[in-house]
């Protein structure tokens, strides 16, 4: 932590906490927090997506099942020739 000096100040919520150099500017803090604000956003909506995009359980298991069904099909046929 040595980057913000000895004097830190810290704000706290319910989930989340900030730590700046005690001779920073509230104004200076906001800025840094709107990009990590967008940065969070950014992530979030990244996060939703994989979300969406991941298939049930259910969908992987029929298409697990798919697979191992259509190689027993190959077995038989490979038998009969």
Same mark, same amino acid.
């Given at each position: 932590?040595?980057?913000?000096?000895?004097?830190?100040?810290?704000?706290?919520?319910?989930?989340?906490?900030?730590?700046?150099?005690?001779?920073?500017?509230?104004?200076?803090?906001?800025?840094?927090?709107?990009?990590?604000?967008?940065?969070?956003?950014?992530?979030?909506?990244?996060?939703? @997506? &994989?979300? !969406?995009? %991941?298939?049930?359980? #259910?969908?992987?298991?029929?298409?697990? @099942? &798919?697979? !191992?069904? %259509?190689?027993?099909? #190959?077995?038989?046929?490979?038998?009969?020739?």
């Amino acid at each position: 932590m040595e980057v913000f000096g000895q004097d830190m100040k810290m704000i706290t919520g319910t989930t989340a906490a900030i730590l700046f150099p005690a001779g920073i500017s509230y104004e200076d803090v906001m800025r840094s927090l709107e990009i990590i604000r967008a940065d969070l956003q950014f992530r979030l909506s990244r996060e939703r @997506a &994989k979300a !969406k995009a %991941k298939p049930s359980g #259910n969908a992987a298991t029929s298409r697990v @099942a &798919k697979v !191992k069904s %259509k190689k027993n099909r #190959n077995k038989k046929y490979k038998k009969s020739v």
